[in-house]
Every structure is written in structure tokens, then in C-alpha cells.
């Protein structure tokens, strides 16, 4: 895993890369975490744990810089300002997609977003369609990022717990604002609440992320 600062506009944030060993080149997921997370939130680094075990590369960064961390402590609304987020995010989609990101240059890339982290991601694919490949998003919140929805070409998985039943709902209405034709799919953890802290209910999130990415990120 290495460690160093990814150009995202007017700032600079902090990312971790990891990259499978022993495999030959794959594709790269960009992760956007949470409300209130960051780059080592627990939950995404089993999730990207696993994908490299699966041969896919993984790109962990803060969507803030560590004074806006302090801010959002205190007022708790960058961590909401979507638009804000998805162009990080979308800029640092095009650094890895650039020669300066060196061995990750030139491969497919995918997104895997939490909460609001999805709905950067759902914003960020629709503005780039070129240029992500998959997403996955994972207790999102779609709603955050309605006026995208429809734009989103990439195939995406919303991973919901089934007792999370007001964000299940959320899901359930935004899918049917998706385009059916490419190839978007909805899948339910059954016991898991919206940490999916249950015993298992990540390790299944893992599973079906993987298996996503590998089907629909191009080799």
C-alpha cells in the first residue's frame, strides 16, 4: 500500500493505493466514503480488501482536506454538499485515468461509495460516463443525487440490509429513475441494518462488490 496526495482541483487529499500481488494488471476502484469517514473507515477497507484479493486494484482517499474535517465537525454540511464531493471525486477519477498515476494509468475504472458517498459516486459516473466503467453503492443514499440518476450509464449495484428499511425504500425508488437498459440491480443483505454490522452481512457486501466489478469492468 502506498500513500501520497491526489490533485482534486484547488486541493490536494490524502489517498491510500493498494494493488493485488501476483496478478497481472486489472481494473481500479476509487472509493468515496461516508458521511463523518474517511479514507479508514473499517467497513471500506474489508470491502477493498477484497477486491484486491479478487485482482482489482483499490484507491482510499478523503473527499476533505484535514481543516475541512474540522470544520464539518462543527457544522456537519461539506459531508452533505454532493456536488462538492462527486467533482472530487470525478477529479481524481481523471488523476488515475492520467499519466501521473503511473501503473494505473489506462486501466478500467470503478466506484464504490457509501452513504453519501454513493451519491458523489451515482453524480460523478453520470458527468464521466467515459470514464467509469462500474459502480457499487453501499447503504446509499441515491435520493442525494436524484437529478443525476438518470443519466447513469455505468452498471450499478445498490447494496442495501434488509432491515435498513427506510433507505431500502430509497433504493427501490431510485432504481426505477435508472435507466433499465444498462443493467442496474438492486440486492438486499437480509438481516443486515445500515452499518451492516451483522456477523457476515460485510463479507457478503465484499462478495457481491467483487463479483460486480469483475463482470463489468473490462479487462
Do not use: Y
Not at 39 to 57: D, W, Y
Amino acid at each position: 500500500m502506498s500513500t501520497l496526495l491526489v490533485p482534486a482541483g484547488d486541493v490536494r487529499l490524502e489517498a491510500e493505493i493498494s494493488e493485488p500481488v501476483g496478478e497481472a494488471p486489472g481494473g481500479v476502484v476509487v472509493f468515496a466514503h461516508g458521511s463523518g469517514s474517511g479514507r479508514r473507515s473499517p467497513r471500506n477497507r474489508e470491502v477493498a480488501a477484497r477486491l484486491t484479493k479478487r485482482g482489482l486494484a483499490t484507491v482510499l482517499f478523503d473527499l476533505l482536506t484535514p481543516e475541512e474535517e474540522i470544520e464539518d465537525l462543527h457544522t456537519a454540511q461539506l459531508r452533505f454538499n454532493v456536488p462538492l464531493l462527486a467533482g472530487r471525486l470525478s477529479r481524481v477519477v481523471a488523476w488515475v485515468r492520467s499519466e501521473e498515476a503511473g501503473a494505473l494509468t489506462g486501466r478500467p475504472v470503478g466506484l464504490f461509495g457509501a452513504s453519501t458517498g454513493a451519491a458523489a459516486a451515482l453524480v460523478a459516473a453520470a458527468s464521466t460516463p467515459r470514464d467509469v466503467g462500474a459502480v457499487v453503492s453501499r447503504g446509499g443514499r441515491p435520493d442525494l443525487a436524484a437529478h443525476a440518476l438518470g443519466a447513469v450509464r455505468a452498471p450499478t449495484l445498490l447494496i442495501v440490509g434488509g432491515h435498513d428499511t427506510d433507505v431500502l425504500a430509497l433504493n427501490e425508488q431510485a432504481l426505477e429513475r435508472m435507466d433499465p437498459g444498462a443493467g442496474h440491480r438492486l440486492a438486499v443483505v437480509p438481516g443486515a441494518g445500515h452499518l451492516f454490522e451483522e456477523p457476515g452481512a460485510l463479507r457478503e457486501v465484499a462478495r457481491l462488490s467483487s463479483e460486480w466489478f469483475c463482470s463489468n469492468l473490462p479487462e
